[in-house]
């Protein structure tokens, strides 16, 4: 039976709740970490009012013009 | 009369109309051309012979008394096992299923009934139509019937393999990265992915719905045309599904291509392999001999867009495996596991950012790269065509990177919705593959119009496994 303190997820640990071996968790958060880097720097340059509708007002405004 | 296995379905059903051929006998030849096809290629899931031969015997009574309706009045085909069908159990190619039989058709199935089509059989796919070659570690990889030991393409497999084979001339498949050009390329076929929201995903199994596309696979253009016709248009169940007018694809066939302006994006073509890129430069030449005129083109940064992709499509992926990847994780296969693991790790702000700066980059794409150019031509697969056995990497620490390999030039198309037009390259003997042609959004009548030309100069074929 294992103690609170083991049933508890590891704080800081992503995606604790899944059964993954250690090599394959590192390289989740390998390709998670590289595609974060380019999230960072589209973050930079994107409007701040930019919001997910925009991809289908771009849609409507081709389909009207 | 000609071999059935050669007609389109278009030239089918004027077939059946005609009393050239009835429909009982053209659903008994396509069973036993289905059935062949799935031995060299393990492309059926479930057939469904008894059943057709009904639909087919009622076709004929209607057909007989001049009550039959739709433009494939009586037309065997058979569609990709993610679509649901009132009273049936759909596979998604998975052991984790639906349990309960649908309560009502897919709007694109419902829609290919209006039209008249049978259902002959459930096709394969890969394991919730998330894998790009074919293999499927559930229910056993599929074959490409021009060489049984390389790969189909995925995830639209089975329909791929069976268009190519001549058992049926075209069926429905989805493409979320890939999933409708891949198979097409790889098997020597067509397709159309149309703009996101073109056709309505009601009842097809999400896979990621950000970036979900149903569409067809067929050897001929001109079943795209007919098919994408009825297929296309607003729907009540799917709040996505656009409501932009339909053409008549049909007849947009014999629009004049001359003029057209075709870009080529040179450095993102030169990552390919020297064959593909030589692949890629063949049909172009094809194409300006139609008339078209060459011109260049940039899409935004390629690694970029495959990048913003990815961070959209793995958590959107994952979402709906989060319970049964911690409820039933060995019910998965290897793939598909570790690959919807992945998307747990992408923080949701990174999601929301590649979703908000979706819009920014279509319209970046259709200012920038669609400035001087009418549509745009690229590979589909960066390699020649790849053996089962050499992307065999199931859920190994490479899995990122070969599958990414697989998908590097379609899976930023399904970032920016364009539709794209999967066309074969001549052959000459060899392996095949193929090239996407991609438009503005809405521009499917124009990328039809090209490829129906495209087949006078490089008609379809009937895959059989080739001695090379």
Redesign the interface.
Known sequence: MPSQSDASPPSQE??W????PP??RA???A??A???Q??????RE??FA???????????Q??TS | MTDLAHLSARGLAKAIRDKQVSSVEATKAAIERLKACHELTHSIITLEADEALSAAKAADAALADASAKGPLAGVPLAHKDMFDRKGKIASWGAKIHPVTPAPADATAIARFKAAGALQLAALHLAEFAYGPTGHNYVLGHARNPWDPTRITGGSSAGTAAAVAYGAIPAGLGSDTGGSLRLPAACCGVTSIKPTWGRISRAGAMPLAPALDTVGVIARHVEDLALTLGFLAGPDARDPAASSVAVPDYVAHLRDPVKGLRIGVDETVVAEAHPQVQRMVEGVTNILVQLGLTRGRCAFPDWQTLDHLVQLVQLPDASSPHSVFLRTRPFDYGPQVRARAEVGHFISAVDHLTALRARGMFLKRTLEQTFKDVDIAILPILADPLPTIAELDVSGGPQVQAAMGRVVKYTRPINYLGLPTLTLPIPRDGGLPNGIQLIGRPYAEAQLLAIGQAYQHEVPPEIARPLKL
């Open positions: 992503p995606a709740y899944l059964d993954m090599e394959r390289a989740a958060k390709h998670a590289l595609l974060a380019t999230a960072d720097r589209i973050a994107l409007p930019a919001d997910v509708d925009d991809f289908r007002r771009v849609l409507v081709e389909a």
